[in-house]
């Protein structure tokens, strides 16, 4: 059986450490394989690395899987996986932070591999799972070891090319066009999916994949519109699969610069008060949020962090949507008459995103708030809020999963404080900062206690909080349409693998 | 003729470098590339190094000479998204946009050209006024919202015709695929060849029309009429033929204009051409693909035109000796 | 039996408000080998007559009432597929304008050919045969050589060369040519009406030449019908309509026609042509807005002075100098002009008599010589101010009286501005009276300042160019064939209150004109342009009467013999 | 020599007419009453039907604020919870939306009225720009000829190399790119008349230098010269008034295309936000929407759009006919 799937975006190129993106990892997931992986739940599985034990607190062994071949026949080593740390520290390396640069690998045996830290790490190989082990001498003989930079006028044969021990071989990819896979009949695992073969397009237009899956051309497309979600599964032959996503979506105010820059206010911050924070929190009707936009596709949240990801997440609650409240903090705060803002917003990042970015400033306008809608591609959008743009925001709409599925990555990248330039919390674009939480999180990251160090996250969410650091909305919903008889797994970081997947 | 022909070439050279000059200044203030190409977790540093490495910290003349004299060896620098160079990029991707273009004039002159010779001759038919008035539906609805509706129609309801891609396409040559060659190549072409020539085939069919009307009434045809000629050498071999002047004029640029416009069909039907690939670069700030998406375009246009000034040569003698 | 048999012919252009008869009560006849003349002024409905015969009526015109006959068989109601086999096959026609009557984009050989298989039972070969053997026949050398070229390779006169082989190539019974000369030169008109006559004779055709033309008239026709506001109102030999009209339509029209053999005063003025509308009001200089400030010093010597003029156009463009070719329009020209003089510049067409006028005036600079205007250098003028003042003095009328009028503007807006722009009056009341002034010397009257140029005739345009020449109290006016668009009648309409304009205002002029006759009824002196060339200066009657260039020789020759037209009612000088 | 033309035939059978240099003139109003082009105006039934149609559409855009039921720029009025309902034939409808809500429950009668306000603002706005641009150049371009010419049709060459599309593409990358977060309301709409101005300049200067050269050798404009006036007025008040026949045929044909063009460049992301919804933004939502069942949210502004396109198609084409004096 052949697969047809779409996608709303491109696999641009496959050098499996240049591009830290979801759906790149992803589609590479399928031909590459890490040691670890995980499973349709997401829990940690033994890859390519049959098992593996902390053998003194800052050295990880890792015991590797024998008689595993890449798809050209070469026999993986622990020599690959050597390889693949010092690669993935090349220059042009968008994974570097996959393994830290303080370390060390030696090679025990052929099969046997040891990470030396600087310090402990509970969660050191979280992310393991899209660290892919490419192979040496492949890599070597084509001249592939450095990663492709845009200056060189050669293209990287790693771009182009793949040679993994995964599921499924490459047979050829077209960039933006078309990508087949075929089956890899030697791999080590004992295969439950029944695909001879495997093709990819990327259909960028909402209505022309839906209409491809409606149509019978497609047997799977993702992302489906939440709105579609009834007319696929109205329609015969097809469905559409639902499930919650890791992803937060949440709003952050510029709470760092003593005059915001795009306001009416002038010689002051607004969002240096937290009464304001609050009111434009309050201000928000997430129910009228996921009913109408997400049409229930989404869950609320009260944290920055997916419940699937943090077990105390039951603890917390949002703040109840009350407009008059709102105003009342408003008033208080010595905005009695509102004031205007700008805000910024992707329009082709999260599922629909300026919708919500219309709707919540239409709440506001009914405390006041004027809110000037700034929505534009994400590459624009990324390129102005990010540090490379200097933070030229002062309210935005984001989304963000943990890439290790764990609540400190969040306090790492998006609460913890940072300079003018970026440093420390990179993503933390409003600038909230805390003393507290700082250190809170610095304990959090050497914390091997599992249950000590979730009393200590949950503190930390508290605290930011209380501070309303940021606003999160929801988690969003995923909505992969799917043909009959097509049966797949629908993982939670939105990643399609096909050795899920059966088809008859 | 020779004389006539470098004067325009020399015309081509100049018009390219401008566009040259244009389409990269006004890259160098298009989003920043950087954050294109490197994951959101790269640092500042990095991210620093990876600007100077590109020379877009260079001064921009300079850049600009480093363009031009790539550009002249069909090298356009290498793609940020796809990291390959982007001549194998278009390579690639320029069969999928021609064929289209192609299919469309195609469709646009085949129809166009009869409906307009009927509504000029017979200007007061009943026919002729619904020509008139059908077609302009084709100018008063954007091209995407046709283009949805006929997948909707034709591909979601009906399930006749594939709504997206260009099915599968043979290699002809080691540079060159064709949908020509195969049952679903061809269904394929045929929604949006005329989402795409819609347009065109309702200008082309007024402007012979408009020129039909008046042809009619020189006195060459009058002259034609009353040396007792038959209406079928009159109309065809003395109006028709000096309508062809303007209309081979218009629709030269349209043509050119059919390439540009194909970036909207191209993303509605998700196909493989050139202006997908230049939309999905403006929107990833993608600059050595828009770059040379507009040279290319440009290219072409010169190219048609230079193509119809020839034309004239052959369809107009008073040029062709006037000249010589 | 006669070819043609016209009977009570109505034809009428159903309109949105009326029915426009343009023709009515038409009865004519034509025998074979014989010409008939149909002559009127514009708009009289004479091709209306040879459309009618051919049934190429424009829409929505038709025949109304009445018949046509050829050879005694009705044509005027046949089908429309007999009547195409009938057009080309037993009429043939002659249009007026050879430059636009051949289809641009074909071979001379394959429009007649085309023709010639229409009509004729020949395969290609012998259709081309036949094709170069009607070349030859109507004169053009090298036939088979010609024939393969495109229309625009060909002059004007081979042109209509053309035009009459394919007219003829299917051996009508019946020619009508409609103007057939209008557009050319008048040497090649001579050659042309030669032609038709001579291949009317040998062939034994019946052939209706339509003009406006009293020359034409007179030199080939054997009869003439005379069209007045679309009916017949003269119809008989031409010997006898010419030379004892009987209607005073035709009276009035024949002696508008201006002679080279008699120098006349004024032209008589038969009301019956055209109302001039309000009669032209003398002015008295002395007391006129007119007159007021006119004391300019008095030129010593001759008003207007060129010296070796000079002219030459690019006609072919290059960077490198040496690669540019150049056509030269006037080469060495010298002649004065006296204060108060009328000089005349005659010459066939092309002879570069527009583009000294256009030098004087300032539209183009020369590329040599000097013109001196009452004794000052005008290609040295730099001071803008001495420019206006200059232009001033100077005014211009020109040839066609369809274009020289600004559409747009009202007819009193286009007097006024030369008054404002050169600042001649000191308020806008008073604009408005000196316009409506001039509007009545020119005899239009206060009224026609309301309107716009369209709703005015030919002759009408014309008066309002020399209302608004007059209005910078020029003191020399150029008229560049002021009349050569206009009908004989209003010709001498417009002749007459220029020459009463000159003699009241004292003005000096310089009169353009190809038409000799016109020429000497206006001159004091006259030179003669030939390729760029001044052939000849002399005194008028000196000139006509002791020719000493060839090429003027030539020219009077040329003149259409006029012994015919009546000489009533002239008064010669 | 002279060719008479038709007009210059009527001209002389007025001149005969005796009354011709007396008749009383009559008002300009009567005058176009009675006139030819009015006739031929009234003879058409679809022509008359365009014109009420525009004259209906160009209104009820006019009076947008006036008439509709809502204002869906006041963001403070909207509700989410409107959001998605549906005309009021259809089940679970609300009666406040006749024609039902888009996603963010905007009244789509409103947004109709309001965003056609907007596509026509932008529609006239750059046709204007464009016109004034072109004709100038086209003016200075055809009387000047030469080098001026060469350089200023060389231009026009290279416009022509980029159509609308890609040019608003352009600017507005630019323009943020040049003015940082710009605020999008404001811009939006300059951009959009910018680069719509920028790909039509072309076809009026073009119309304009040639008729120009056509004018510019008319014995009026050397009469006018004869006279002493410089040519920057001849320019203008004698050659511009002559010329703009054809340019009122492009002009009208424009107006349509920018609305057009303004509803795709809403598609690609670069036309009116969605705070200020041209009827092009409408479509482009409600395009999210068409499969999902809520079809009027496309639909109505498509038809809208279709409507008014389709009319001021009309008038062009038979302003186009009625204009050209080759055709009567
Ligand atoms: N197609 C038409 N529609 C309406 N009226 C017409 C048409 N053609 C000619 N006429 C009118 O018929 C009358 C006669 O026109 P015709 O062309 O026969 O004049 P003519 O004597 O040939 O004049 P000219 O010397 O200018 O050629 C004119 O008044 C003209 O306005
Ligand atoms: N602007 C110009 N550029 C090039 N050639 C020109 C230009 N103006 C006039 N000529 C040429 O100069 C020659 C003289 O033209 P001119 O108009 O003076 O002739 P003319 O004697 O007035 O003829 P006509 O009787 O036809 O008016 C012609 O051959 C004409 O083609
Ligand atoms: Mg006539
Ligand atoms: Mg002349």
């Not at chain 1, 820059?261 to 434009?280: E, L």
């Not at chain 3, 008073?430 to 010397?441: F, G, M, N, R, T």
């Not at chain 3, 160019?465 to 560049?480: G, N, V």
């Not at chain 4, 309001?114 to 371009?141: D, E, H, K, N």
Request: charged share 20%; aromatic share 8%; net charge negative.
């Amino acid at each position: 059986e052949t697969l047809k799937f779409a996608f709303q975006g491109a696999l641009n190129q496959l050098d499996p450490y240049s591009l830290n993106e979801t759906f790149t990892l992803s589609a590479l997931g399928n031909v590459y394989e890490g040691l670890t992986r995980r499973n349709e739940n997401l829990e940690i599985e033994p890859s390519l690395a049959e098992s593996w034990e902390v053998v003194e607190p800052n050295r990880w062994r890792f015991h590797l899987r024998e008689g595993v071949k890449f798809h050209n026949g070469n026999d993986f080593t622990a020599e690959d996986v050597a390889f693949s740390v010092e690669r993935l520290h090349g220059e042009g390396s968008d994974l570097a932070k996959r393994v830290g640069s303080d370390v060390k690998v030696e090679i025990v045996d052929d099969h046997t591999v040891d990470f030396v830290l600087a310090g402990p790490n509970p969660i050191l190989h979280y992310e393991w799972d899209t660290w892919y082990i490419m192979d040496k001498e492949w890599t070597e003989a084509n001249d592939a070891v450095a990663i492709t930079s845009a200056s060189d006028t050669t293209p990287n044969y790693a771009a182009l090319h793949a040679n993994g021990t995964g599921p499924f071989k490459l047979v050829s990819h077209e960039p933006g066009v078309k990508t087949v896979y075929e089956k890899y009949d030697g791999w080590w695992d004992e295969a439950t999916h029944n695909l001879d073969g495997v093709e990819f397009t990327p259909i960028g237009s909402d209505a022309t994949r839906v209409a491809a899956l409606l149509s019978g051309e497609l047997d799977m497309v993702y992302p489906i519109p939440v709105q579609d979600v009834k007319r696929v599964n109205d329609n015969a032959g097809t469905m559409a699969m639902t499930g919650p996503e890791l992803r937060t979506i949440f709003l952050g105010m510029d709470q760092m610069r003593d005059e915001l820059i795009y306001s009416d206010v002038k010689g002051k911050n607004p969002f240096k008060d937290v009464r304001v924070r609050k009111a434009f929190y309050q201000a928000i009707d997430i129910e009228g949020i996921k009913r109408k936009i997400m049409r229930d596709l989404s869950t609320p949240s009260a944290i920055m962090i997916s419940p699937f990801l943090f077990a105390k997440s039951g603890d917390f609650e949002r703040l109840p949507y009350d407009p008059d409240a709102a105003k009342a903090l408003l008033t208080e705060a010595g905005y009695a008459d509102g004031f205007s803002v700008g805000m910024d917003c992707p329009n082709d990042r999260y599922v629909n995103d300026e919708a919500i970015c219309q709707a919540v400033a239409s709440m506001l306008a009914r405390i006041g708030i004027k809110v000037d809608l700034n929505a534009q591609p994400k590459a624009k959008y990324f390129a102005k809020v990010l540090a490379s743009g200097g933070f030229d925001t002062s309210f935005y709409l984001l989304g963000w999963t943990p890439g290790s599925f764990d609540s400190w990555n969040i306090l790492d990248n998006l609460i913890q404080c940072r300079d003018e330039a970026g440093k420390g919390g990179a993503f933390n674009l409003g600038g909230y900062c805390s003393a507290e939480v700082d250190a809170l999180a610095d304990k959090i990251l050497v914390e091997n206690d599992p249950d000590k160090r979730d009393a200590l996250i949950a503190e930390a969410y508290t605290l930011s909080n209380n501070d309303v650091a940021h606003i999160p909305l929801h988690q969003q919903g995923l909505a992969w349409g799917v043909a009959e008889g097509v049966e797949l797994a629908q993982r939670a970081d939105n990643q399609f693998h096909f050795r899920f997947v059966t088809k008859n | 003729m020779f004389g006539f022909a470098i004067r325009r070439l020399l015309q081509a050279m100049i018009v390219m470098l401008v566009v040259a000059l244009l389409a990269f200044t006004l890259f160098r203030f298009v989003g920043d590339p950087v954050n294109q190409m490197v994951g959101i977790e790269t640092s500042i540093e990095e991210r620093e190094a990876l600007r100077e490495r590109l020379g877009l910290n260079d001064p921009i003349p300079v850049q600009f000479f480093r363009f031009v004299t790539d550009a002249a060896r069909f090298d356009f620098g290498t793609s940020y998204q796809f990291r390959q160079p982007v001549s194998d990029l278009f390579a690639k991707r320029i069969p999928a946009t021609l064929e289209l273009s192609f299919m469309s004039a195609l469709f646009a002159l085949v129809v166009g050209i009869p409906m307009g010779i009927y509504a000029g001759l017979n200007r007061e038919a009943a026919l002729s006024k619904l020509f008139l008035s059908v077609s302009l539906v084709g100018i008063s609805l954007p091209t995407f919202f046709i283009g949805i509706l006929l997948i909707f129609l034709f591909s979601v309801t009906l399930q006749w015709l594939p709504s997206f891609g260009r099915g599968e396409v043979v290699e002809v040559g080691s540079w060159w695929t064709t949908g020509f060659l195969t049952i679903s190549g061809l269904k394929a072409l045929v929604l949006p060849s005329i989402t795409l020539g819609l347009y065109q085939m309702t200008l082309i069919m007024r402007l012979i029309r408009a020129e039909m009307l008046e042809v009619i009434r020189t006195d060459y045809i009058k002259f034609a009429r009353a040396r007792g000629l038959p209406d079928r050498i009159v109309n065809f071999r003395h109006a028709l033929k000096n309508t062809m002047v303007p209309v081979i004029t218009i629709t030269g640029l349209q043509l050119g204009s059919i390439i540009a416009f194909a970036t909207i069909t191209e993303t509605v039907f998700q196909w493989p051409g050139m202006g997908l690939m230049f939309l999905q670069a403006v929107q990833n700030v993608d600059i050595p693909i828009m770059a040379a998406y507009l040279l290319l375009t440009a290219f072409l246009f010169v190219a048609i035109n230079f193509i119809v000034d020839i034309l004239y040569f052959v369809i107009d003698p008073r040029l062709r000796i006037g000249r010589a | 039996m006669s070819v043609l048999d016209i009977h009570d012919l109505k034809v009428e252009f159903p309109g949105r408000k009326s029915t426009f008869v343009a023709v009515e009560g038409v009865t004519l006849k034509l025998e074979a080998g014989k010409v008939l003349g149909v002559v009127g002024e514009s708009g009289a409905g004479k091709s209306t007559v040879g459309n009618a015969v051919i049934g190429l009526l424009q829409e929505p015109g038709r025949v109304a009432e009445g018949e046509i006959f050829l050879h005694g068989q009705r044509i005027d109601n046949l089908p429309d597929k007999e009547k195409r086999l009938m057009r080309g096959r037993r009429i043939g026609m002659i249009f007026q304008d050879p430059l636009t009557s051949l289809d641009p984009l074909q071979t001379v050989e394959s429009q007649l050919v085309e023709t010639i298989r229409t009509h004729m039972p020949f395969n290609a070969k012998e259709a081309r045969t036949r094709a170069i053997e009607l070349i030859d026949a109507v004169g053009i050398p090298d036939p088979a050589e010609r024939i393969k070229q495109y229309p625009h390779q060909f002059s004007g006169g081979m042109r209509q060369r053309v035009v009459i082989a394919l007219a003829l190539c299917a051996e009508p019974e019946l020619v009508i040519a409609d103007e057939p000369t209008t557009a050319l030169d008048v040497s090649i008109q001579a050659q042309i009406l030669e032609l038709m006559k001579k291949l009317c004779e040998e062939r034994n055709v019946a052939m209706l030449v339509i003009t406006h033309d009293m020359g034409v008239i007179a030199d080939i026709t054997d009869h003439v019908a005379v069209m007045y506001q679309g009916k017949l109102v003269e119809y008989g030999e031409t010997k006898q309509v010419l030379g004892a009209p009987n209607h005073p339509y035709t009276q009035s029209l024949i002696s508008a026609v201006p002679r080279p053999d008699v120098r006349i005063n004024r032209f008589p003025v038969v009301n019956y042509i055209e109302k001039a509308g309000v009669p032209t009001k003398h002015i008295d200089i002395s007391t006129h807005w007119l007159g007021q400030s006119r004391n300019y010093e008095k030129a010593n010597g001759a008003l207007l002075s060129i010296k070796d003029l000079e002219m030459r156009f690019e006609t072919h463009g290059s960077i490198i100098p040496s690669r540019r070719r150049y056509f030269h329009a006037v080469k060495k020209v010298s002649f004065d002009i006296q204060e108060g003089e009328t000089f005349g510049l005659v010459g066939e067409s092309g002879s570069g008599k527009s583009t000294i006028a256009r030098l004087v005036t300032g539209l183009y600079h020369p590329s040599g010589g000097s013109i001196l205007f009452a004794g000052q250098e005008l290609t040295s003028l730099k001071d803008r101010k001495q420019v206006l003042a200059m232009r001033r003095q100077m005014q211009m009328i020109f040839q066609d009286p369809f274009s020289s009028l600004n559409a747009r503007m009202r007819v009193r807006d286009i007097i006024a501005e030369p008054i404002k722009f050169h600042k001649l009056a000191s308020s806008n009341s008073e604009v408005h009276q000196i316009v409506a002034d001039l509007l009545d010397h020119v005899g239009l009257g206060a009224a026609a300042g309301q309107k716009f140029p369209h709703e005015f005739s030919g002759g009408q345009r014309q008066r309002i160019s020399i209302a608004r020449a007059l209005a910078t109290r020029p003191r020399f006016l150029i008229c560049d064939e002021p009349t050569s668009a206009l009908d004989v009648s209003i010709q001498a309409q417009i002749l007459n209150l220029l020459k009463d304009l000159q003699e009241e205002l004292g003005l000096t002029m310089l009169f353009i004109s190809h038409d000799l006759a016109v020429i000497r009824q206006m001159c004091n002196r006259i030179g003669v342009m030939r390729h760029g060339e001044l052939c000849e200066v002399s005194d008028c009657d000196a000139l006509f009467d002791t020719p000493q260039h060839d090429y003027t020789r030539q020219l009077l020759g040329l003149m259409p013999s006029l012994d015919l037209l009546s000489r009533d009612k002239l008064q010669a000088v | 020599m002279p060719l008479f033309g038709n007009e210059d035939v009527k001209a002389a059978v007025a001149d005969r007419t005796p009354e011709a240099s007396v008749e009383p003139r009559r008002s300009s109003m009567s005058a176009f009453l009675d006139s030819d082009i009015f006739h031929s105006f009234l003879r058409s039934k679809v022509t008359v039907a365009a014109a009420l149609g525009t004259a209906t559409l160009f209104l009820l855009a006019l009076l947008a604020p006036w008439i509709s039921p809502h204002d869906p720029f006041d963001l403070a009025t909207l509700s989410i919870m409107d959001a998605r309902v549906p005309p009021v034939w259809m089940e679970y409808a609300d009666p406040r939306f006749l024609l039902g809500t888009d996603d963010q429950g905007r009244d789509l009668l409103s947004g109709i009225f309001y965003g056609m306000r907007i596509s026509l603002i932008v529609g006239f706005c750059s046709v204007i720009a464009a016109a004034v641009l072109g004709i100038s150049l086209g003016l200075v371009a055809g009387y000047m000829g030469g080098r001026v010419d060469a350089v200023i049709m060389r231009i026009a060459d290279i416009q022509l190399t980029f159509p609308a599309i890609l040019i608003a593409l352009l600017v507005d990358g630019a323009a943020r790119g040049i003015f940082g977060g710009i605020d999008r309301e404001v811009f939006s709409f300059w951009i959009l008349i910018f680069s719509l101005a920028l790909s039509f300049w072309v076809q009026y200067a073009r119309t304009v230098r040639g008729s120009t050269m056509v004018e510019k050798n008319k014995e009026y404009v050397q009469a006018a010269r004869v006279i002493g006036i410089p040519s920057v007025i001849i320019m203008v008040r004698h050659i511009l008034p002559n010329v703009t026949g054809p340019v009122l045929v492009i002009a009208t044909i424009n107006l349509a295309l920018a609305i057009v063009t303004e509803a795709t460049l809403s598609f690609l992301g670069v036309g009116m936000p969605p705070t200020q919804p041209s009827l092009g933004t409408l479509i482009s939502i409600g395009n999210d929407f068409l499969y999902s069942g809520e079809w009027w949210i496309a639909i109505f502004p498509g038809l809208a759009l279709a409507l008014l396109v389709l009319n001021v198609n009309l008038l062009g084409d038979w302003l186009r006919d009625a204009l050209n004096p080759k055709l009567r």
